[in-house]
Structures are given as structure tokens and as C-alpha cells.
């Protein structure tokens, strides 16, 4: 007995290079590209329980709000790329309940906030903030490739290069990073360089690689427009660069990113408003005289 499989031109078939091609689809093939590296160095056994249940967790919670929403079942793929990100950025320490809380805060914060369809808070920049301040989580970024020897980081620069490319987000990628390093190196001439030594070094060098190439770039919550990406990616390094030097939280770039996002948030709705249709005035019927 043979086993079959579907026709190149059948429908299943195509919707599969479909998707494959779509920017959810290679953001899958390149998340997969990281951590069976990153998973084969710190340990299978350690970071894959954690990871699976992240992507499982924000998968079975989001499965029913998109039926919810949409009055129709599809595929959670996006929940389960935000439960893969919590995954690899969590220390693979923390319990197996903290990374799923985590994950679960992410799909809570994508439904929460939005504007039109599109959420405003990239959900796993939001899950992280909360699940350090709600859980007091730690985060080795393991999946940036920080354990790995420094050519490593080609690789991280390389797939994060290719997809802001195709996701047209390289303005937002190239503006954050060169804030970023450019605020940190006038800080270390005009203070104190211990204080910023940590940001040219790994993993600091890996998370903020890894972080604008595939967290800043989220198509719902990022602009699409060269200049209105300049302005948010500045924004977002701004304010992380703040967060780490005056106070320290291990969650800066989340929280720098939180940041544009509500800007980003606050230029939709403000454009949403305009373009309401002004509300017709209310026809009254008076009476103008008796019947004589």
C-alpha cells in the first residue's frame, strides 16, 4: 500500500507555499533556524519544556478569542510566534507555569488594547514587561545565540537584516540600532563608561540584534511608512536607553518598544477619527401652523 500525498496544484497544497511565503511563514523557518542552534548548546532538556509550553499556551488561549472575533476557527500562528519568542528570551530557569503565564499575558495585551483589528502592544514585548513586574521573571535572551561563538551573531544580524527587508522595516531597524549604540557611546564619553560597557558586549549585543530584527518590526504594531518607522524607532531606543541607565530593568528594550507602540497606537486612532463620517443632523418634525 502506497501513501499518497496531495497533488502540487491542489488547494491544500497551494495554501501551504502560500503561507510558507508570507512573512509568518518565514518567520517560522527562521525562528526554527535559531534555536536548534541556540537549543543544542544550552541543553534540549532544559529549554524545550518552557519553549513548548509558551507556544502551546498562547496557542489554546488565542484559538478562541479569533473564533470570538471573527466568527470563523483559523489557525493561531501568530499567538504561537509570540509563545516561541516569550520562549526563547525567558530564562529556560524559570518555572513551566511563569512561562506560561507569561505567554498568556501576551495574547491578554494583544486583545486588550487595539485599534480597528490591529492591536496596538506587540504581545510578547507586552508579556515580558508584565511577567517581570508581576512575576519577577528573569531573561538570558538564549535565543539571540549569546552562547555561541561571536560568529554567531552574523547570523542573528543576517536573518534579522532579511526580515525587516522583507517586511519593508529596515528605516525602523537601522534608525533603533543607531540611536541606540550612538546614545550609548555619547554616554560612556560624557560619563561614566562602566555604565554602558554592558551594551557593546554579549549578550547586550545579541538582544538588541535580535530584538529589532524580529520584535520592533511587527507588522500590526510597527508603521509602514519609511518616515513614520524613523520616528518610532527612535522613540523605542530612546526610551529604552532610559529605562537602562536610570533604572536598570532587565526589561528596557520591551519597554522602550511598549513605548512606540502606544505612539504608534495614538496616530491610528487619531486617523481613525478623522476619517469617521461627520454624524447627520437630526431631522425634527414641527408642526409650523394649526390646521385652520
Keep these: ?29 527562521i525562528l526554527l533556524l535559531l534555536t536548534i542552534p541556540a537549543a543544542t548548546v544550552s541543553g534540549w532538556a532544559l529549554v524545550l519544556p518552557n519553549l513548548t509550553i509558551a507556544i502551546v499556551v498562547a496557542a489554546l488561549l488565542d484559538l478562541p478569542l479569533l473564533r470570538w472575533r471573527d466568527g470563523s476557527w483559523s489557525l493561531p500562528d501568530g499567538a504561537m ?9 525567558l530564562s529556560p530557569h524559570v518555572p513551566m507555569a511563569t512561562a506560561a503565564a507569561t505567554a498568556a499575558f501576551g495574547i491578554v495585551a494583544k486583545h486588550l488594547l487595539r485599534v480597528k483589528r490591529a492591536n496596538v502592544l506587540n504581545p510578547a514585548a507586552a508579556a515580558l514587561v508584565a511577567s517581570y513586574l508581576l512575576l519577577d521573571t528573569g531573561q538570558s535572551w538564549w535565543g539571540a545565540l549569546p552562547d555561541l561563538p561571536p560568529a554567531a551573531l552574523a547570523l542573528v544580524a543576517a536573518t534579522g537584516a532579511f526580515m525587516a527587508s522583507r517586511l519593508h522595516k529596515l528605516p525602523l531597524v537601522l534608525t533603533m540600532l543607531g540611536v541606540h549604540f550612538l546614545l550609548a557611546t555619547l554616554s560612556a564619553f560624557m560619563g561614566d563608561p562602566a555604565r554602558v560597557a554592558e551594551l557593546f558586549r554579549t549578550p547586550d549585543v545579541h538582544m538588541a540584534l535580535f530584538f529589532a530584527g524580529f520584535m520592533a518590526t511587527d507588522p500590526p504594531t510597527s508603521p509602514p511608512r519609511a518616515g513614520d518607522q ?26 522602550g518598544l511598549l513605548a512606540a507602540n502606544l505612539w504608534e497606537g495614538w496616530r491610528k486612532w487619531q486617523r481613525t477619527s478623522r476619517q469617521r463620517p461627520p454624524v447627520p443632523p437630526r431631522v425634527e418634525a414641527r408642526l409650523t401652523a394649526a390646521p385652520r
Design 230 to 255: 524613523v520616528r518610532y524607532g527612535a522613540i523605542a531606543a530612546a526610551v529604552s536607553f532610559g529605562l537602562y541607565l536610570w533604572i536598570g530593568a532587565v526589561y528596557f528594550l520591551p519597554g
Design 1 to 29: 500500500m502506497t501513501t499518497r500525498w496531495p497533488a502540487s496544484d491542489s488547494p491544500q497544497h497551494r495554501h501551504l507555499q502560500r503561507w510558507l511565503r508570507s512573512p509568518k511563514g518565514l518567520f517560522t523557518g
Design 81 to 89: 510566534l509570540t509563545g516561541w519568542l516569550v520562549g526563547l528570551i
